[in-house]
């Protein structure tokens, strides 16, 4: 902690000048700051869902997490808490794609490809904009402007010689932009359909003890088995297990509206906390040009999504939340509260980031061509 390192250099240094420093501030005790950050989230939750905000579960503790980690950081959500948040998010998908979805997004498949080429090809024009005129460089730029899960474009980042920190803070950039514009959109137009999830009660019978313990045994097991395995493995892990044993009958979910808040605040708080004011020193020559370069291709995207509304006879809402450049569980989480065709918006997203992870190098690689010398 940086109270604790000025305090050993004061009492190492003999220069007198030391003695009369004043004393370090006093830093409250990790659990109180803890505490003061959940129930600023809960505050925030509740202040949206006053407002009927889509997500409200999500956004609030995201934009309290980033207000937190910029002014006063020191804090850092484990990663187990955000996979296993995911994980319930992965059987909440797997409940609302029932036999009927699955076979619509089958007929779709074609328009489903189309969608994604769009999305890819959109972000290629982006990443070789933000190249030329962002002063960023080339495969940093390419893997920050490619739509996927954050987690696995940081790390084949990584993997491809790019500049993971400056990838990561482009990646969530691009999420936080993407997240409250989804949001208000979904607010403002809403959506008719019936791809919603009502929360289920606290069990009150033995019996319905048993079916949540099942459904949270299965998003556990799907995090362990997929985690590693899948890209966002730790989402569609539960997500592919949830369907096979919810469509066979073997258990039935069962997700209580506390736990899918507390889901929704592990994901946004494990956002907002990985902006510090380490990372705006590290972007802010270039914050400016990652922000106008998300909404970029932000608006590209949503009139994209009016094309692909017309092809799939479907909502602008769904069309926008399955070709929009934000995360999967993200966008599922906004699809799922604003009553929108959660199967194909799901199905997209995810066609879309397996997509990016056989492309990724070659997309990187050729906007990196267009870097000045």
């Keep these: 902690m940086p109270s604790l390192a000025l305090l050993f250099a004061l009492a190492s240094s003999p220069s007198p000048a030391s003695a009369s420093s004043p004393p370090p501030r006093w830093s409250p005790p990790r659990w109180v700051r803890w505490l003061v950050l959940a129930l600023a989230c809960l505050l925030a939750n509740r202040l949206l869902a006053l407002v009927h ?12 997490s980033i207000v937190y980690g ?4 020191g804090l850092r959500l484990p990663r187990v808490a955000f996979k296993l948040g995911q994980g319930v998010i992965g059987v909440l998908i797997a409940q609302t794609l029932t036999l009927g979805v699955l076979m619509q997004i089958l007929a779709a498949w074609p328009v489903m490809l ?36 954050a987690a696995a474009m940081v790390a084949m980042a990584e993997e491809n010689d790019a500049d993971p920190r400056i990838v990561a803070a482009m990646q969530y950039v691009r ?26 009660p606290w069990p009150g019978e033995v019996a319905g003890w048993g079916q949540l313990a099942a459904t949270l045994a299965v998003a556990g097991l799907g995090v362990w088995l997929f985690d590693r395995r899948l890209p966002a493995g730790a989402l569609l892990g539960p997500v ?30 494990y956002v907002g906390l990985r ?25 590209l ?16 809402v769904t069309a926008y939340l399955g070709t929009s450049p934000g995360g999967l569980d993200s966008m599922t989480i906004i699809a799922i509260d604003t009553h929108a065709d959660v199967g194909l918006v799901v199905a997209l997203q995810t066609l879309r ?18 870097a000045r010398p």
Excluded: K
């Design 70 to 73: 910029v002014g006063i950081g």
């Design 175 to 200: 999420v936080v932009a993407v997240v409250l514009i989804g949001a208000l959109v979904s607010h403002v137009l809403g959506a008719s359909g019936g791809g919603g999830h009502q929360a289920t």
């Design 275 to 299: 902006f510090d004011r380490e990372t705006l020193r590290n972007i802010a020559r270039s914050l400016g040009a990652m922000i106008i370069a998300s909404l970029t291709l932000i608006a």
């Design 353 to 370: 980031l397996f997509t990016v992870v056989m492309v990724g190098p070659m997309m990187a690689r050729f906007v990196a061509r267009f």
């Design 301 to 316: 995207c949503a009139l994209s999504a009016v094309a692909i509304t017309w092809l799939m006879h479907t909502e602008f």
């Design 114 to 149: 189309l969608a994604t080429a769009i999305t890819l090809v959109l972000s290629v024009g982006v990443g070789i904009g933000l190249v030329r005129y962002g002063g960023l460089p080339g495969s940093t730029a390419a893997w920050g402007t490619t739509p996927g899960a």
């Design 53 to 64: 905000m889509p997500a409200g579960g999500f956004i609030g503790p995201m934009a309290v």
């Design 240 to 269: 592919m297990l949830g369907c096979l044993l919810s469509l066979t009958g073997v258990i039935t979910i069962v997700l209580p509206g506390p736990l899918l808040e507390l889901a929704y605040a592990a994901l946004g708080i």
